[in-house]
C-alpha cells in the first residue's frame, strides 16, 4: 500500500514538474520574441537581485570547451558618470584626432546618441572576454580560432542576460559603439582581458515595434 502511494505522488509531482517545464519553456519563447533594444529608460533603479539573477542567467550560456571565458562589470551611480565622461572624451579623440576606426566616422552621431542613451539607463555592464588578447596585436592561427570561439560563447551569454531582463520587464541596449572610445574605455576599467561590449539596462520608457527581419527562404538552406 506505502508503495502504491509513493509510486502515484511521484508520477503527481512528475506531472507538475512537467507543467512548469512547459510553462518556462513558453516564458522562455516569449522573450525571444519580445525582445527589443531599448533607447529609452524609466528613472528607476534596478535591484542587485535583479542584476544578480540577469548575470546569473548570462553565466548559464554554453562556451566552447567550458572555458566560461566572460567577466561582466557592472556600472552605476558616480561611477556611471566618471565613464560617461570617459567614452565622450574618447568620442571626441577619434572625431578629432588619430582615430582608431577612419572609414567609420559617419557613425560617429550614432554613437553619441548611443552615450546619451547611457546616461540614461541605470545600470551599465561592460562585458570583458577575460582570456582575450590585445585586439591589435599578432595572433597565431590556433590562438585567432580560440579567440573567435570564446567571443561566440561570450555572445550566447549576453543573449542569455538579455532574454532574462526581458522576461523581468527589464528593457536592454547591446552596445558596440564602445570601439569609438576604445582604448579610453579599457585604461577607465583597468581590467585583464579584451573588452568586447556594453549592455545599458533599465525599465522601459518605450515598446518600441519589431525591426524587419530576413526572410528565412534568404537565409536558410537545407540539406537532406
Not at 570617459?86 to 553619441?112: D, M, T
Not at 561566440?152 to 526581458?166: E, F, K, R
Amino acid at each position: 500500500m506505502e508503495h502504491e502511494i509513493r509510486k502515484k505522488s511521484f508520477r503527481f509531482l512528475s506531472i507538475a514538474r512537467l507543467e512548469t517545464i512547459s510553462q518556462e519553456v513558453v516564458n522562455m519563447i516569449s522573450a525571444i520574441y519580445e525582445r527589443r533594444s531599448t533607447r529609452k529608460f524609466l528613472t528607476r533603479d534596478i535591484s542587485k537581485s535583479d542584476m544578480t539573477d540577469i548575470i546569473q542567467s548570462g553565466m548559464k550560456a554554453p562556451s566552447s570547451k567550458n572555458r566560461q571565458p566572460w567577466k561582466y562589470i557592472v556600472v552605476q551611480g558616480d561611477a556611471k558618470e566618471e565613464m560617461l565622461r570617459v567614452f565622450r572624451q574618447g568620442i571626441a579623440r577619434e572625431e578629432n584626432e588619430c582615430a582608431l576606426l577612419p572609414q567609420s566616422k559617419r557613425y560617429i552621431a550614432a554613437a553619441k546618441h548611443t552615450v546619451d542613451v547611457m546616461e540614461a539607463a541605470p545600470t551599465i555592464v561592460f562585458v570583458v572576454n577575460s582570456l582575450g588578447k590585445n585586439e591589435m596585436g599578432e595572433m597565431t592561427p590556433e590562438e585567432r580560432v580560440y579567440e573567435i570561439c570564446n567571443i561566440q560563447s561570450i555572445g550566447a551569454s549576453v543573449q542569455n542576460m538579455l532574454l532574462a531582463a526581458t522576461e523581468k520587464g527589464i528593457g536592454s541596449l547591446w552596445i558596440c559603439d564602445i570601439y569609438f572610445a576604445y582604448s579610453e574605455l579599457c585604461e577607465w576599467l583597468n581590467s585583464e582581458g579584451q573588452l568586447i561590449a556594453a549592455i545599458a539596462f533599465g525599465y522601459p520608457d518605450e515598446f518600441p515595434e519589431e525591426r524587419p527581419r530576413k526572410r528565412i527562404e534568404d537565409i536558410v538552406e537545407w540539406r537532406n
